[in-house]
């Protein structure tokens, strides 16, 4: 009950433009990373309290119910005590439900403080006290229909016998994208994807049922494009390759380097391993994160490397 009232005193406490960002569930900004930090600290804060607050709510709502239930057959047919179950009745429906409603439209993505407060925690270690940091992250839903890319009805021939329908959608939810500079004057952008292959399957049972189920298939796509800083870094061949790819950990990466006059860009993708739940992309792997950019990185190296020892 405590963290129903400290969740309406916490969003009390927030300002217009973090209630703007909660009901828009978009972070898009420059700011330094301390200062992200410390507003996604209050989100969390928030959002922990909403998520107890609303388990609250709906056992408060259950005990109305049941309470003008309860109240209802203890009065019979006596007219003034049956006024109280009514009474009791439209508190619940009055107070409680608009509050489960409001707790509701308030919920963040527990990927908020899973992963975006611990990607910015490590980029602020490799950036320059007060250096910018650019961010524009998306808290919504994957399974959006605006993320939807296509839908196709898999034929009837293709499927076991037992299987009366199948129906895949496939959505990409560009989320997570952050960029700045390195202490070092390296340039720096992050993207991350959400792959969903969403199947809606009908089917006959054993015993001649009809049943009716989802299965969900779901990746994380991560990309990091580093541009060094002039004089400093210099491309190593490209031809090398990269690593390969780490078993358990999805695709390796693939490397691409592009020379402009204004100076090279590494582009790094990476992939994570599919998994079947949607709950797997409220924690996105940290790891990734720190794989990509990694790889990136590890495509430069000293400008002076290959000087010869004679040169002034």
């Known amino acids: 009950m405590t963290n ?18 909660i009901r828009q569930k978009r972070i898009a900004g420059e700011a330094p990373p301390t200062q992200w930090l410390a507003m996604i600290d209050r989100l969390s804060a928030f959002d922990r309290a909403c998520d107890s607050a609303r388990g609250w709510t709906i056992f408060l709502l259950v ?30 429906l009055l107070v409680i439900i608009p509050l489960l409603v409001f707790f509701k439209k308030q919920d963040l993505p527990n990927r908020l403080r899973n992963f975006v407060a611990q990607v910015i925690a490590i980029l602020r270690e ?36 037992r299987k009366l329908s199948r129906t895949n959608s496939y959505y990409t939810h560009p989320w997570f994208n952050a960029s700045g500079k390195f202490a070092d004057g390296t340039a720096f952008a992050v993207e991350l994807t959400d792959h969903v292959v969403s ?8 015993r001649g049922k009809i049943k009716f189920k989802s299965k969900s298939k779901v ?8 541009r060094p800083a002039a004089g400093l870094y210099e491309v190593a061949d490209p031809n ?43 924690k996105p792997p940290v790891d990734l994160f720190l794989q990509t950019v990694g790889d990136a990185m590890r495509q430069l190296r000293p400008a002076h490397a290959n000087a010869s020892p004679d040169a002034p």
Not at 70 to 90: F, H, M, R, S, W
Not at 199 to 206: E, L, N
């Open 4 to 21: 129903l009232f400290k969740a309406i005193s916490l969003y009390r406490g927030l300002g217009e433009p973090e209630r703007q960002l």
């Open 240 to 282: 090398a390759g990269g690593p390969p790819p780490i078993p358990g950990e999805g695709a390796g990466p693939k490397i691409a380097v592009k020379a402009k006059a204004s100076g090279a860009a590494i582009r790094v993708r990476r992939q994570s391993p599919p998994q079947r739940e949607l709950g797997a992309l409220e």
């Open 219 to 226: 990746a994380v796509a991560a990309q990091a494009t580093v």
């Open 199 to 206: 199947a809606s399957i009908k089917q006959r049972g054993q």
């Open 63 to 92: 005990i109305g119910i049941i309470g003008a239930i309860g109240t209802g057959i203890a009065a019979g047919n006596e007219v003034l005590p049956g006024i109280v179950p009514l009474a009791v009745l439209a508190v619940t």
């Open 126 to 161: 490799d950036m320059k006290d007060g250096a910018i940091l650019t961010l524009d992250i998306a808290l919504g839903k994957p399974t959006d229909s605006k993320n939807l890319v296509r839908k196709e009805k898999v034929p009837r021939e293709k499927l076991p016998p």
